[in-house]
């Protein structure tokens, strides 16, 4: 890992857990710190200017997150999916999103639920002109944002935890498929079946939109 190719420099003196672990989190997803690559303590800790166990409690974030993992003798780098791996992911988030979005039609008024979502898709509009950060976040947005809106912390709980396996997703994928799944119209239509009411609609719009998703990923 060459130390004068990174950017994660220069933290705050607050809250030095957090920013590290936003830090590496950031790196990770935009590929800086690349799936496969061995994090060396000594090296990430000097680069962020933080002690080392500072990062180790970020690390195991990371971990727990998906983000990382453990190879021989306790050796932590960052985490590689493999195809099979993405297909399971998205067949979960099919299941969860489904929840969501049944749980979302069931609702007697549902305007400020539509309002709410049509606004994280203009988010991903506007995000289309930033680099693939902002684009992944406003992505991520929308889908947490329906899972949020059914109120039902288990599933919205169940979903956050597989946030590190989506970003790790997005690294397999590279760039251009990555953002052919940040599609603002495929994100439209998700919000445009949930307004109807339809529970067989808007469960066959995410199941689609999960199994499109994934095959592009894994090419």
């Known amino acids: 890992m060459a130390a004068e190719s990174m950017s994660l420099l220069g933290l705050e003196k607050t809250s030095l857990r957090q920013q590290a ?8 997803t935009t590929g800086e710190l690349a799936p496969g690559t061995h994090l060396v303590e000594t090296e990430l800790s000097e680069m962020l200017q ?32 493999d195809a099979k791996e993405i297909r399971d992911i998205f067949s979960v988030r099919a299941a969860l999103e489904s929840l ?23 988010e991903m509009a506007a995000a289309a002109e930033d680099g ?13 944002t329906m899972c949020r809106l059914t109120g039902n912390e288990t599933l919205l709980h169940s979903w956050r935890s ?7 997703s997005i690294m397999f994928a590279g760039l251009e498929r990555a953002v052919q799944n940040m599609d ?15 529970e ?11 199994e499109g998703a994934a095959s592009v990923l894994v090419g």
């Open 50 to 81: 933080i002690s080392r166990g500072t990062l180790r409690e970020a690390m195991r974030e990371l971990q727990q997150e998906g983000l990382i993992s453990a190879g021989a003798r306790g050796r932590l780098s960052v985490r590689h999916l």
């Open 21 to 28: 672990l936003a830090a590496l989190r950031r790196a990770i």
């Open 162 to 168: 597989l946030e590190g396996n989506i970003r790790m």
């Open 132 to 144: 693939l950060e902002g684009r992944i976040e406003a992505d991520l947005n929308f889908h947490r």
């Open 200 to 210: 067989a609609k808007a469960t066959e719009t995410i199941g689609a939109h999960m």
């Open 100 to 122: 969501a979005a049944r749980e979302l039609c069931a609702l007697e008024d549902r305007a400020s639920v539509i309002k709410e979502l049509r606004a994280a898709v203009d």
């Open 184 to 198: 603002v119209k495929r994100h439209s239509d998700i919000v445009d079946a949930l307004e109807t009411g339809d």
